[in-house]
């Protein structure tokens, strides 16, 4: 949620009885963990001010930080707040105190954050999971890195090697692989876009 969010951030009221408080509870959340996360400083001016859903598109379509890949399809007060919850709590168990204990966070009073099935994951659990090298299949993976990307989606081959799925851990995939794949032009709904560079891939369906 921007800073100047009036225009295309209305408030639920429509301005109506309780519109003050509302709008300081929106407000004091704008510089919350919940709310913030890490663009670089073309894409953070470019999506700007701008409604959610477009700004969502363009984040999924031109950000490789994983930390991008579970925004849910709504953003509301309530949707940073569960996810500042899930963040701290993720945090605490990521890195504990020098004496090896963590603060405990309580997610009651909060809902779980409104993620897709399979842009959510659990805290505590690993982001992908471990499989025999041989079974492994990089056309999967590559389907799995445009998960939830509309039609039209762009990736580089960086990208989709940063991407965790169940067939690899982030960084973990060869990029060769993944351009071979491309140049093969044999991954279904998946096609290198002609004369990119760095090479790309784009989501035909």
């Avoid at 225009?7 to 709310?35: F, I, K």
């Avoid at 663009?39 to 994983?66: C, F, M």
Wanted: net charge positive; proline share 8%; hydrophobic share 35%.
């Amino acid at each position: 949620m921007p800073q100047a969010w009036e225009e295309h951030w209305p408030l639920s009221d429509g301005g109506g009885r309780g519109s003050v408080e509302a709008h300081e509870r929106r407000q004091s959340l704008l510089h919350t963990v919940g709310n913030l996360t890490l663009l670089t400083g073309r894409l953070n001016t470019s999506v700007s001010n701008g409604p959610w859903e477009r700004k969502r598109n363009d984040i999924l379509v031109h950000s490789a930080l994983s930390l991008n890949r579970s925004l849910p399809a709504q953003w509301d007060e309530e949707t940073i707040l569960a996810r500042a919850d899930h963040l701290s709590e993720a945090f605490s168990r990521r890195w504990q105190r020098p004496d090896g204990g963590a603060p405990t966070f309580s997610v009651a009073g909060f809902p779980a954050p409104r993620l897709r099935e399979r842009e959510a994951t659990p805290v505590g659990r690993p982001a992908t999971v471990q499989m025999p090298r041989s079974r492994r299949d990089v056309a999967r993976h590559m389907r799995e890195a445009f998960s939830g990307l509309p039609a039209g989606s762009v990736l580089t081959v960086s990208q989709i090697t940063a991407v965790p799925t169940s067939q690899y851990q982030a960084g973990e995939i060869s990029p060769g692989a993944v351009a071979a794949r491309l140049r093969a032009d044999n991954v279904p709904g998946i096609r290198a876009v002609p004369g990119s560079s760095p090479l790309s891939a784009r989501k035909t369906s």
